[in-house]
């Protein structure tokens, strides 16, 4: 009985410990995220959420007109397909598809994809329905980060790599003409 008292009292005192290290991954993943978030926010370039249903608008996303300018400046952050139904528990599909996307207030949207013929299709779903607003991409499930920070990390840096592109293209194009220009002010003297 005595060594399975220990055994118990050690096992009670490793989930402790494993609970308390998790939390504070946990906190510094998203400490990351966010301090990517704060240095690179004003360099993002920004899209719409194409086809989001708003018949069933929650009164918590604010103002109907205000979240609808939010949703046409918002960038795809991840994907996940989820079987377990973490966040649409009424939801009758057994396989359903979540986007978290940022908005251009810092805050996050989750949409689930309506209306596609396969969870596998790249073809543009008929309809999103927003299904959470706010601090989500930070949401834990069974002592998990929902979403996956790297991909959140790595979309934000495809973004930059867009935007620098780009910049690039704009700074060459006018650099081009600049030279053009400066050329034929040249041969006019």
């Known amino acids: 009985m005595k060594s399975i008292e220990q055994l118990v009292e050690k096992i009670k005192v490793n989930d402790q410990i494993i609970n308390t290290k998790n939390s504070e991954l946990i906190n510094e993943k998203i400490k990351e995220v966010n301090n990517i978030l704060n240095l690179s926010f004003k360099y993002l370039t920004f899209s719409n959420i194409a086809n989001f249903e708003i ?6 996303y604010g103002n109907l007109i205000f979240f609808q300018n939010l949703c046409n ?48 299709t790249d073809k543009e779903p008929i ?48 650099e081009l003409e600049l030279n053009a220009s400066t050329i034929k002010n040249k041969s006019q003297f």
Do not use: P
Request: glycine share 2%; with cysteine.
């Open 127 to 174: 309809t999103r329905q927003v299904i959470d607003y706010g601090k989500c991409a930070f949401a834990v499930n069974d002592g998990k980060l929902i979403w996956n920070m790297n991909n959140i990390t790595n979309s934000i840096e495809d973004n930059l790599k867009a935007t620098l592109a780009n910049k690039e293209n704009i700074r060459h194009s006018i």
């Open 55 to 60: 018949s069933n608008f929650n009164s918590k």
């Open 73 to 120: 400046h918002a960038i795809l952050l991840d994907t996940l397909i989820d079987v377990n139904k973490i966040f649409d528990n009424n939801s009758t599909d057994s396989i359903n598809k979540y986007e978290l996307w940022l908005l251009w207030n810092k805050e996050f949207c989750v949409t689930r994809l309506k209306d596609i013929t396969s969870i596998n």
